[in-house]
Structure formats: structure tokens, C-alpha cells
């Protein structure tokens, strides 16, 4: 790979990537079964308002008056906040796995993510994202959402890094097209094996590969 192109910096996306989705649709199913909720109305009132709440017009508070407290509940909000913070869960392997290639390479580590504040600030903090990550390009900080391309470029434009040595590492298609379309070279995430290949090729060994790699040598 020539320098120019090398990689000095990399994109990641939270839920699916480094976490579990901190609320998405599944996580909506799971809460009408919990609460006895009408899951027809709550997907439909989640959908309506979760862009909002994502760009960071609506606060938590907000976004439940919206989709789940319109009217009198057998159970508080404190109790639904909860049930919806402990939907996040690590991928542990993945964590690890940028951390040592930020720590090998001393990678700048941005996140580029769509969240609500307070669920992204819960997930920021419980895993820890701030030891390793440098930037937070949070849907709820910058006012953009993808697919909105203009939030790449304010990532970009922040860590004043060219797009050509950027790897962004994403489980939606959409948005691995729309950043590969920016100049950005992208991973569509589908499992942590396959990852660790797509970033060798591009010139991001993990301790892991190393070892392989040398094993094979010693046996040949």
C-alpha cells in the first residue's frame, strides 16, 4: 500500500459494530411483550419519532411521552428507561480489536454513529467507548443523521484526515455505499472474522493475523 494511501484513521459505527443496537425495532417487539403494549402502535409511534430523537430534538423524556406515555401506564418511566438501557450489550472481540489496531498503528478512532443523547452518553460511559475512541460524531450532537452524507464529511472535517486514508467499519449497506462514495474505503460488518480479513487487505493487521501468519511461515 503506498503511504499516501495508508491508513491513519478509522470510522466506526456503535450498534452492530462495537454494541448491540442501543433501540431499534426488535428492541420495541421486546418492550410490547414486557409492558403489554400495542406493538402495531408502538412501532408505528417509534417510527415517527425516532429521527427526532436522534438529531437530538427530542430529549429521552420526549421520545417516551411520544411513543409510550400519551396515556396512563401500569408502570413509570424510570422502569421503561431501564428496560430500554439494558438492550446494550458488548461485542467484546470487536472492542479488543480496535483498541490493539489503534494501539498498533496509533489510529485516530472516530465514531460516526445515529443515537439519542442519553442512550448514547449511557453507552459511551457503561463500555468504556471513551478510553479508546477519539471523536464522538453522534447523530444527537452534530444534528445529522445518516444516511445524511453531509455527517461523514463533518468527521472528516474534524479530524482533518483525507478520505482515502479512512476505513469505515458499518452493518448497513446503504451507509457503507454512501460513505464509499465520499472516498471512503468501507467494511460492510457482518461478523468479526471476516472484518479482521477485510482490514488486513487493507493494511490493518491484528496481533491475531500476526500470529497466524507466522505460524504458517514456521511450519512451511
Known amino acids: 500500500m503506498k503511504k499516501a494511501n495508508k491508513i491513519i484513521c478509522m470510522f466506526l459505527d456503535i450498534g452492530g459494530v462495537l454494541l448491540t443496537d442501543g433501540w431499534s425495532r426488535g428492541a420495541s417487539k421486546m418492550a410490547a411483550e414486557m409492558f403489554n403494549l400495542d406493538l402495531e402502535e408502538l412501532k ?40 430500554m438501557f439494558a438492550r446494550s450489550k458488548p461485542y467484546p472481540k470487536m472492542i479488543d480489536l480496535v483498541r490493539r489496531l489503534k494501539a498498533r498503528y496509533r489510529l485516530k478512532i472516530v465514531v460516526v454513529s445515529n443515537e439519542g443523547r442519553e442512550l448514547n452518553e449511557y453507552r459511551i460511559h457503561k463500555f468504556k467507548l471513551d478510553e479508546f475512541v477519539d471523536f464522538f460524531i453522534s447523530s444527537c450532537f452534530v444534528r445529522l443523521r445518516k444516511p445524511d452524507a453531509e455527517i461523514f464529511r463533518v468527521a472528516l ?37 471476516s472484518t479482521c480479513a477485510k482490514l ?6 491484528s496481533d491475531e493475523g500476526v500470529i497466524r501468519e507466522t505460524s504458517v511461515r514456521k511450519k512451511d
Not at 68 to 76: A, D, I, L, P, Q
Not at 160 to 168: F, K, L, S
Open 157 to 193: 472535517d474534524t479530524v482533518r484526515v483525507p478520505a482515502n486514508q479512512v476505513v469505515y467499519i458499518e452493518n448497513t449497506s446503504m451507509f457503507v455505499q454512501i460513505a464509499e462514495s465520499l472516498g471512503i474505503r468501507s467494511i460492510l460488518h457482518t461478523d468479526y472474522k
Open 44 to 83: 408505528k409511534r417509534h417510527t415517527e419519532a425516532l429521527n427526532t430523537y436522534e438529531i437530538g430534538k427530542f430529549t429521552l423524556e420526549e421520545f417516551l411521552d411520544r411513543t409510550v406515555f400519551y396515556e396512563k401506564r401500569s408502570f413509570t418511566p424510570a422502569q421503561f428507561r431501564k428496560f
Open 200 to 205: 488486513a487487505s487493507f493494511g490493518l493487521e
